[in-house]
Nanobody, 127 residues
Framework: QVQLVESGGGLVQPGGSLRLSCAAS????????IGWFRQAPGKEREGVSC????????YYTESVKGRFTISRDDAKNTVHLQMNSLKPEDTAVYSC????????????????????WGQGTQVTVSS
């Protein structure tokens, strides 16, 4: 059974850090492009970062460049998103999913197969 489960969200003060994890079961993560998305209340879902299959090329949306780092642990079949210097505007539900492509300059859309979508984890940045 294909499943993606996010963890690591929580409440953090501005300037703090969180490490999100996206653990996969039922398939091998490195065979898929994996993206992190976020959706804040009243806003559309936004692509934050992605890592390509095999080679591990990465992409970051402009607002998180230099603060967030995506990585993949093939032994644990997990993708991480290290988030540093967090700001209140980073507050959102973060979710991971298999996407159609990932290159250094662009991030593809989520696959239409919802089995490859995670449920999300809440990140709240507030003092």
């Amino acid at each position: 059974q294909v499943q993606l489960v996010e963890s690591g969200g929580g409440l953090v003060q501005p300037g703090g850090s969180l490490r999100l994890s996206c653990a996969a079961s039922g398939f091998t993560l490195r065979t898929r492009h994996i993206g992190w998305f976020r959706q804040a209340p009243g806003k559309e879902r936004e692509g934050v970062s992605c890592i390509s299959s095999s080679w591990g090329s990465t992409y970051y949306t402009e607002s998180v460049k230099g603060r967030f780092t995506i990585s993949r642990d093939d032994a644990k079949n997990t993708v991480h998103l290290q988030m540093n210097s967090l700001k209140p505007e980073d507050t959102a539900v973060y979710s991971c999913g298999a996407i159609l492509g990932c290159i250094s300059s662009a991030m593809g859309a989520l696959t239409s197969n919802r089995d490859y979508w995670g449920q999300g984890t809440q990140v709240t940045v507030s003092s």
